[in-house]
């Protein structure tokens, strides 16, 4: 990657144990395939100024997320540039990267997102680091007319550090004078849960009454609907193996139609699903339940109001206050991610407060998710291979990739043949012919 530049402008190419060498902002290299570097971009930036963007949908979210690099040095001849050293745009060190780090923006009600700012680093960040990030970006994102609601991040223990490390600093998050909402990507939250249960049974109370949900009903009833009945269409064994990273496959098996199936065959005569099974049914339509009300449009939806848009008088606060109360009293392998659903069933009880009290009747939960930043990365993973050795994603392919993406106007709109998120529909806010 290319250098990150000194205040002046001008290249710095030597490599420290950790030197800082600029305030955050990257200027871009001309006539490069790096054109956009890391750090948080003043290009793009500066872009974003100069475009005219309803009021509305200057509110936005900010999300940021990793994707996996192979450990990999290259030369690029015609910068004479060393890339795959840790880089953050204002700072390098010899550590060799393993893990690109991408910050984007995405509008709330407007039909955009817009990468702004990636670093290359050995995982995890620190957490002074991912601070100096947000806050550089919270400050630019002001300064280009846009209006920062909320953060996304998963729940990754150094995520939860760095967002306990800023409620410290001021009890709320207030960036450049404005308070954001940090969530926790309920996808990924569900992801946690799914693969829990996978792993072990998992406990939760009903009503008072404790119940105990298992993995295996699961696998059994999926064998008996492909004997019997092939009712769960969607379901294939990928979406029964013990571990997973499929968003949308888990949002399939966690879900009140194999939720339904469970109900209907568990304990009948002569069907090997025993009666318990009907307790895992439970769970399945509660997650179910819970992720409807965090994933809903702006398109109402009369048979599945949780699926629509949250309102004043809508369902959504009355399913998260009976969730928290689920949630407190469940027990499971790696428990931890229980306290944090309960952060992100309070942190979108916030964002209803706050976009009350800024005069909007109506929001989509689903502009609260990482699922935009992670069709990106599903993209720049099937253009690099990801299989053999010489194909895996590197800290040159990122940057190629990452800058090719802002070239072409559809790259926004593409999917990857396997996709682990459903589509976003959403567009670049920002193409290479705004930088030119």
Known sequence: MEDALDSDGTSNSSITDEEDVSPGLTQPILNSRHFITPGVSKLIFDAIKKKSIPLQERLCVLLFNEIDLALHLDYLTKEDYIIGFEDTGWSRNKNVADTALVFMLRSIYGNWKQPVAFAFHDSPLNQKTLVRFIKTIAKETKNAGLNLIAMICTHADHNVETVDMLLEESKSVVLEGQEVVPIFDPSSLLLSTRNALSEAPLTFKKDGVLKTAKWEHLVKA??????????????????????SLSFTKCIQTLSG????FLSTVAGKTGATLPPAATETAELLFFLDRVFDSLNGTMAENAEKPL??????TSPHSKIWSEAKETFKDMDGKGGSWFGKWLRTLDAFEAIKSKMLALGYEAFPARSFHLEPL???????????????????????????????????????????????????????????????
């Open 222 to 243: 999926h064998e008996i609907d492909r004997e019997l009945s092939n009712c769960l269409t969607k379901i294939t064994k990928s979406h029964l193996a013990p571990d």
């Open 257 to 260: 139609t194999f939720a339904g």
């Open 307 to 312: 699926r629509g848009p949250i309102r004043a």
């Open 374 to 436: 992670q069709n990106c990365f599903d993209l720049i993973n099937e253009q690099a291979g990801n299989t053999p050795m010489e194909n895996r994603l590197t800290c040159k392919k990122f940057s190629i990739f990452y800058n090719r993406a802002l070239k072409a106007k559809d790259m926004a709109a593409c999917r990857a043949t396997e996709p682990i998120c459903e589509p976003d529909g959403l567009k670049f806010l920002v193409t290479i012919e705004d930088l030119s």
